[in-house]
């Protein structure tokens, strides 16, 4: 398997601009999660799926963030209007189920996002 | 929900020395502790990782301990070497979710 993958892998954009982040996790596994890493905040937990349906999204920041699951092989995280303070690594990590209590995390190589 | 506290947030050691880097967390009902290191530029990748049920794991030179009455756990790497200089990440997994620590940059200098 090719791994979780995510694109793009950069993206800078200007203030006020919609930002797309894309990822397709591994065949199989049935939880996705989207991380954001800045150096103040380290790894935020924003949101997870489980089988397509959102479980948890206590942690998006506002109502500016969204996330999409609409197959079991590809999931978005969008950002309208994106500001500067929203620049980060954004990462994407799945598990299998079966393996959900103590399995290993697959993240993805991460979305570099900077926003002038 | 969960918090996890990680301490220090920046380690630097001489090559053949040990490092220890320890976390707490907050809720009692979190079962699994998994460790993963970041290379820079790089995805975090699972080191090492401790279920609630055991006290100790070791594998080659890395080992994880686990307290359960005290909520806190700690990495050790005994004969660091310069390939060992990373980002290290603790974390705690309550419920669905994994929730991290804010990271140690471990510098490992030859």
């Known amino acids: 398997d090719a791994g979780v993958i995510q694109s793009p892998r950069h993206e800078v954009t200007e203030m006020g601009q919609e930002v797309t982040l894309r990822c397709k996790p591994i065949?199989?596994?049935?939880?996705l999660f989207w991380y954001r890493q800045t150096m103040m905040r380290g790894l935020e937990l924003l949101i997870y799926f489980n089988n397509n349906v959102p479980i948890d999204d206590s942690g998006m920041p506002e109502d500016r963030f969204s996330a999409k699951m609409p197959n079991a092989s590809f999931s978005t995280l969008k950002i309208q209007p994106s500001e500067p303070r929203d620049s980060a690594v954004y990462f994407c990590?799945?598990?299998?189920?079966?393996?959900?209590?103590?399995?290993?995390?697959?993240f993805g190589e991460g979305s570099r996002l900077t926003v002038l | 929900g969960e918090n996890v506290e990680q301490h220090p947030s920046t380690l630097s050691v001489q090559e053949g020395d040990s490092a220890v880097i320890k976390c707490t967390y907050s809720d009692s009902a979190s079962n699994y502790f998994p460790w993963y290191k970041q290379e820079l530029g790089k995805r975090p990748q699972l080191i090492i990782d401790i279920r609630s049920n055991v006290g100790e794991k070791k594998d080659q030179r890395i080992a994880v301990t686990l307290n359960k009455t005290a909520k806190h756990f700690s990495l050790h790497i005994t004969e660091t070497q310069p390939e060992d200089s990373a980002v290290y990440f603790c974390a705690a997994r309550q419920g669905g979710k994994l929730i991290f620590g804010q990271g140690t940059e471990l510098s490992v200098k030859p």
């Open positions: 065949s199989g596994h049935d939880y």
């Open positions: 990590a799945s598990v299998e189920s079966g393996r959900r209590v103590t399995g290993e995390l697959f």
